[in-house]
């Protein structure tokens, strides 16, 4: 189960750093289209939390797909 446990910790560890930037470029976005207090964090928050979520998910599914290659 050691290929599991390394595409979790992958996916965390690429999730939060996709999270971050997605977190970045959403704010600098919003930022430049006028959005302010509530909402530019609310958007950037759910930008962050997507791609952390889909980047955790596709570590997952390879991890698991590649159990039945090697």
Do not use: N, Q, T
């Not at 999270?19 to 930022?31: Q, S």
């Not at 980047?55 to 290659?69: K, N």
Request: net charge positive; hydrophobic share 65%.
């Amino acid at each position: 189960m050691i290929g599991f446990e390394l595409s979790l910790v992958l996916g965390i560890g690429f999730g939060i750093l996709a999270a971050v930037m997605a977190f970045v470029i959403v704010y600098e976005a919003y930022k430049r289209h006028r959005f302010s207090g509530y909402r530019l964090w609310r958007e950037s928050l759910l930008a962050a939390a997507f791609a952390f979520i889909v980047f955790l998910a596709l570590s997952i599914a390879a991890g698991y797909a590649l159990r039945w290659v090697f």
